[in-house]
């Protein structure tokens, strides 16, 4: 079976990292979401990941704050895509997760996504575009959704526009 991995950092995330969920199950996207901290428990991080990858796993999500080391463990514990997602918060409002996400050494890839709601939003996506380069099924439903999105924009702008 495959499916996405969610990591967290701690249970604080869930608000923001429950859009990202909700995303898949409007996909019929197969998930598993847990807690697991990079500092409090490594080792239950790191057996976890080997364990979701056991199962299936095809591609992780990793969403911490602060000091954010949580997407580089999972970065250095496998090979399959890890898409890291910086947590608002602490004492530079998100920033040092931010930076903590982006900057990985030379072969330990996070793909890094913004802060907040259109960050867990869009981890989704990045993954379900991993998936779909072997669903076809879900591909097409990539598709229509990005059909969807730009009827959407046409739909608000001719309730407000005015062009002479």
């Known amino acids: 079976m495959k499916f996405v991995s969610i990591l967290m ?39 976890y990941i080997k364990n979701a990858e056991e199962k299936g796993a095809v591609a992780f ?50 793909g890094t996504v913004s802060l907040g709601k259109s960050g867990a939003i869009n981890a989704a996506y990045f993954a379900m575009q991993i998936l779909a380069i072997s669903d076809k099924e879900l591909a097409v439903k990539l598709k229509e959704d990005r059909i969807t999105q730009a009827k959407k924009v046409e739909t608000d702008s001719k309730s407000i526009e005015v062009i002479l």
């Open 9 to 47: 950092g701690s249970k604080s995330d869930y608000d923001i990292m429950k859009y990202c969920t909700d995303t898949f199950e409007k996909f019929d996207v197969k998930y598993e979401i847990i807690i697991s901290s990079a500092h409090r428990s490594p080792k239950r991080t790191t057996e």
């Open 61 to 110: 999500i990793a969403a911490a704050n602060m000091a954010a080391h949580l997407a580089g463990v999972v970065s250095a514990t496998t090979t399959k895509p890890v898409i890291g997602v910086p947590m608002e918060g602490g004492v530079m409002d998100g920033m040092d997760a931010m930076l903590s996400t982006v900057q990985m050494p030379a072969g330990m890839p996070v």
